[in-house]
């Protein structure tokens, strides 16, 4: 087992591509904590795994409150002693015109992609430092991480804001052996994206099956969406590269959507 024994923090992972991540590292050995700001969800998820003879624990997290994060990691050390591995998973999209975009709605989508990366990062650095035997930060950015899309000017900042942190992160982190790296989906069909699909078609006055092969998919090179599972084998590739020369790096997983 890639990950035997060690522990996995996934925020937003009660469902959707961070649930998907969480049990590909439990299956891998891993003690996965499902952090998620639904508490019900979270820890239905976590039963299911362990039902399924995985162990996983549950802790609610509002990522963009620095106590609740602090609070939540501190439940995961007095559980397990150490934390190794961090997946800032946690997100939502909204979706508006710039001139039309709200500012409120501007500082929720970057608090919730940027401050909850930073928070979870600074809180869980804390301890990883503190044993000093390394560990794996992982930021889930996009293809929007490097390009832009139309009616996205939140998401697509804050994306690729991620970079940049990671980027800090990989620097600092490595005289205390951690890594932090950053995996850049192309479109993956959760709920959050099938949500995108009617906004995109009333705002762009084009049918939602134009919205998937002419907006979402037209830059692939098979006309395919991206799968959770394909997502959650770069993040175990993250977590279990044994070395430092894996850090700092952005790695696309978008059927050539975008290539570099």
């Keep these: ?21 969480a049990h590909t590292y439990a299956t891998e050995g891993a003690k996965v904590v499902i952090a998620d700001l639904d ?37 995961v050390i007095q559980a397990y002693d150490y ?13 508006s015109p710039i001139d039309e975009l709200q500012l409120a709605d501007w500082k929720r989508m970057l608090a919730i992609h940027l401050d909850g990366a930073f928070l979870t990062t600074k809180a869980c650095l ?20 490097k390009e832009a899309s139309v009616l996205k000017a939140p998401y697509v ?12 992160v990989a620097k600092e982190g490595i005289k205390h052996g951690v890594r932090a790296n ?15 699909i009617p906004e995109q078609a009333k705002d762009l006055g084009i049918s939602e099956e134009d919205v998937v092969k002419k907006v979402m998919l037209k830059d692939t090179i098979d006309g ?3 799968t959770v599972e394909d997502v959650a084998q770069i993040a175990l590739l993250f977590a279990s590269f044994d070395s430092n020369a894996l850090t700092g790096q952005s790695l696309l997983v978008s059927h050539g959507w975008f290539m570099q």
Aim: aromatic share 4%; glycine share 10%; proline share 2%.
């Design 126 to 145: 804390r301890y990883m430092y503190q044993r000093g035997k390394g560990g794996s930060i992982i930021y889930m950015g996009s293809v929007h991480s």
């Design 224 to 226: 395919e969406f991206t």
């Design 157 to 168: 900042t804050a994306k690729h804001g991620l970079v940049g942190l990671c980027k800090t």
């Design 182 to 196: 950053v995996i850049c989906p192309g479109f993956v069909r959760t709920p959050l994206v099938a949500k995108q």
């Design 1 to 21: 087992m890639r990950l035997k024994d060690k522990v996995a923090i996934v925020t937003g992972s009660a469902s959707g591509i961070g649930k998907a991540i």
């Design 39 to 75: 508490m019900n969800q979270a820890e239905a998820t976590a039963k299911a795994f362990r039902d399924s003879g995985l162990e996983a624990m549950a802790v609610a997290m509002d990522v963009t409150n620095e106590q609740q994060v602090n609070t939540g990691i501190d439940k």
């Design 83 to 95: 934390i190794d591995i961090l997946v800032s998973n946690a997100g939502i999209q909204h979706i």
